[in-house]
C-alpha cells in the first residue's frame, strides 16, 4: 500500500501564518507525505515560500485570484500523488504525531475527522472542541 499523504493547504495573503503551519507538518513522525500548497493569487511574500523552505516535500501553486475554496482544493487534489488526502488550513499547527495516529486508525477505517484546539496568536489554548459520533467520542 502506497502511505503517501498529500496534505492539502490552500492559501491567501497569510505568509507568517502559513509559515508555523508549514513548520508544524514538516515535524511529523509520520515521514511520509507531501505538501501541496495553493496559493490564491497572495500579494505577499506567500509566492517566494519556495525560498524560505528549501524542502522537497513542498510544492507550491501560484494561481490567479479564485476566491473558490472548492476549486482550489479540488485543484490541490488534482496535482496530488498520495494514497491519502489531508486538508490542512493555513493557520492549523499540527501534533507531531497527526499524521501517525491517522495511519494506524485508517487501518480499520475509512474516513477520520479531528478535533480541535482554538489558539490565540501566542498559540495559547483558549477552548479544546471534540466531535462526538454516534454517542462515541473521538
Known amino acids: ?21 508549514l513548520h508544524s507538518v514538516l515535524k511529523q513522525t509520520h515521514n511520509d507525505f507531501e505538501i501541496i500548497i495553493i496559493n490564491d493569487g497572495s500579494t505577499d511574500e506567500t509566492g517566494d515560500l519556495l525560498d524560505v523552505f528549501k524542502d522537497e516535500r513542498i510544492r507550491l501553486y501560484n494561481l490567479k485570484k479564485q476566491n ?28 507531531t504525531d497527526k499524521l501517525e495516529i491517522q495511519m494506524t486508525y485508517l487501518q480499520n477505517h475509512d474516513f477520520i475527522c479531528t478535533n480541535v484546539k482554538l489558539i490565540d496568536i501566542n498559540d495559547i489554548i483558549l477552548d479544546t472542541h471534540y466531535i462526538k459520533f454516534k454517542n462515541h467520542l473521538y
Open 68 to 95: 473558490n475554496l472548492a476549486k482550489l482544493r479540488n485543484y490541490g487534489v488534482q496535482m496530488s500523488k498520495g494514497e491519502f488526502i489531508s486538508f490542512c488550513d493555513d493557520d492549523d499547527l499540527w501534533e
Open 1 to 21: 500500500m502506497n502511505d503517501l499523504i498529500s496534505v492539502i493547504i490552500l492559501t491567501y495573503n497569510r505568509f507568517s501564518l502559513l509559515s508555523k503551519t
